[in-house]
């Protein structure tokens, strides 16, 4: 089974910040990548899919780059309603991974 | 509106077994596959079984596999997770959430997400 190896597992950044979030697959799964948004105590919300595509209504600030095996999450200029864990996830196929999580906080 | 609300959680003893629900609202049911999903309290996301529109493919994680069934009544507009010989690491709350995709896209992210039904196993 392909493994996703997300980096850092957290972060502290100030407002304002860009803030990079790695994604890792064991074996090339194309650009079939999303990245979902956790915040704290609450339901994990879709925010790019296809590897870069922005959901309807998500932020400009969030962008999603990469295919094959490597792919990243940016948030440029932070804000305090995006702290939350992030999380990769792999559809190319059973099983449906989803990466650790990295924890994003601000300093 | 997209809703989906799970139920059935509980506390259950290990080696028993429950059933969850998913009630699924606010778009054309029978269009598309849908999966459950689980977090263990304090951890990540783990994806656990997926079922696409018509039933005919089915997924499941290893964790789950020969233990877990996921099932849907197109009719009813309702999803399901039948969970066998329930084990303490299986703990979590469980969540349903919508392919973003319809048929003969075949499995792909997941765009909506229900609240989620706690199961807690222990004696």
């Known amino acids: ?107 | 509106e997209v809703q989906l609300v799970e139920s059935g959680g509980g506390l259950v003893q290990p080696g028993r077994s429950l059933r969850l629900s998913c009630a699924a609202s606010g778009f054309t049911f029978d269009d598309y596959a849908m999966h459950w999903v689980r977090q263990a309290p304090g951890k990540g996301l783990e994806w656990v079984s997926s079922i696409n529109w018509n039933s005919g493919r089915i997924g499941y994680a290893d964790s789950v596999k020969g233990r877990f069934t996921i099932s849907r009544d197109n009719a009813k507009n309702s999803l399901y997770l039948q969970m066998n010989s329930l084990r303490a690491e299986d703990t979590a709350l469980y969540y349903c959430a919508k392919n973003s995709l319809p048929r003969g896209s075949g499995w792909y992210c997941f765009d909506y997400w229900g609240q989620g039904t706690l199961v807690t196993v222990s004696s």
């Not at chain 1, 209504?57 to 440029?76: C, E, K, N, Y």
């Not at chain 1, 305090?80 to 792999?90: I, S």
């Open chain 1, 1 to 107: 089974d392909i493994q996703m190896t997300q980096s850092p597992s957290s972060l502290s950044a100030s407002v304002g910040d860009t803030v990079t979030i790695t994604c890792r697959a064991s074996q090339g799964i194309s650009n079939h990548l999303a990245w979902y948004q956790q915040k704290p105590g609450k339901v994990p919300k879709l925010l790019i899919y296809a590897a870069s595509t922005l959901q309807s209504g998500v932020p400009s600030r969030f962008s999603g780059s990469g295919s094959g095996t490597d792919f990243t999450l940016t948030i440029s200029s932070l804000q305090p309603e995006d702290v939350a864990t992030y999380y990769c996830q792999k559809y190319n196929g059973a099983p449906l991974t989803f990466g650790g999580g990295t924890k994003v906080e601000i300093k």
